[in-house]
């Protein structure tokens, strides 16, 4: 995932390589900052798009967030974050089309594969390759997270992505974190087509988002129970904190202090 993802990511991508770890990265030909800044291999494979409709989607996207920014899931699914994320979707398809890069990745003795799960094509690779995968986020869109981890979340203290409550909800709130929910499982499945539908052309066989998500090894989540409400997890599940921060100045030491009274 391209944008503040990849910043972020890259942090981890370089104590892998400290580490002597060999990192391979595959990146649309168009893009802001993918693969850049860091010495990995880049395996580029060409797009329909290029950065100019990625940089219109975007700005569409981010300007309305200004002017009528979603209040919940659903108008953030329907409305200017579509038509963004289907240019992103369609990133996978074209990675599948280049023979050449396939056969590489096929061919190559890689231990994992280590993912943003937004654009939903790393999730495909893992499962096309057959390895483990480590997702790599702050957040997981919809009810995935939870139900492929098996980690409920119950919606009567829990308030879902964007509801804006907090876990002392009043009756009437408990009712529309309910509702917002329901919304989610039946929406996300359209916001994610495009996604699936790749990945079931790839795999030869119907796909869900939840087969996707369900087979993830490791969950590195860049957040914490001080930002958000306690729920249960499970022991691939770690929590990382404040990782997408930038590293903090030692304080400046004082020698001495006086008092006067």
């Known amino acids: 995932m391209d944008g503040s993802h990849w910043f972020t ?18 990146v649309p030909e168009a893009s802001w900052q993918l693969g850049k800044y860091l010495n990995i291999t880049v395996k580029t494979y060409s797009i329909s798009h290029t950065v100019e409709d990625l940089n219109r989607e975007f700005k569409y996207f ?12 659903l108008s953030l ?15 996978c398809r074209s990675l599948f089309k280049d023979k050449k890069l396939v056969e590489y990745l096929k061919q190559s003795t890689f231990d994992a594969v280590f993912l943003d799960p937004f654009d939903v094509c790393g999730l495909t690779i893992a499962k096309y390759l057959s390895l483990p995968s480590v997702v790599f986020a702050r957040d997981v869109f919809c009810h995935y997270l939870e139900e492929s981890t098996q980690c409920p979340r119950p919606l009567s203290y829990v308030p879902r992505l964007l509801s804006k409550y907090t876990h002392t909800m009043t009756f009437m709130e408990r009712v529309w974190n309910h509702i917002t929910y329901m919304e ?9 087509k ?5 990945a079931s052309e790839v795999l030869q066989t119907p796909v869900t988002m939840e087969d996707l ?12 129970f001080v930002l958000d409400f306690p ?7 770690f929590f990382i904190g404040g990782i997408n921060c930038h590293q903090g ?10 008092f006067s009274t």
């Open 231 to 237: 729920a249960p997890i499970m022991p691939n599940i």
């Open 77 to 91: 699914m329907t409305g200017s974050a579509k038509g963004f994320f289907e240019l992103i979707f369609s990133n």
């Open 9 to 26: 990511m890259q942090l981890v991508v370089e104590k892998l390589i400290h580490k002597g770890h060999e990192v391979v990265a595959a």
């Open 249 to 258: 100045k030692p304080l400046s030491k004082v020698c001495c202090l006086s």
């Open 62 to 73: 981010s300007d309305m967030q200004w002017k009528t920014p979603e209040q919940s899931m």
């Open 213 to 224: 998500f369900s087979q993830v090894s490791i969950w590195l989540l860049r957040t914490d």
């Open 184 to 192: 989610e499982r039946a929406f996300c499945p359209s916001f994610f």
């Open 194 to 198: 495009t996604a699936t539908d790749i």
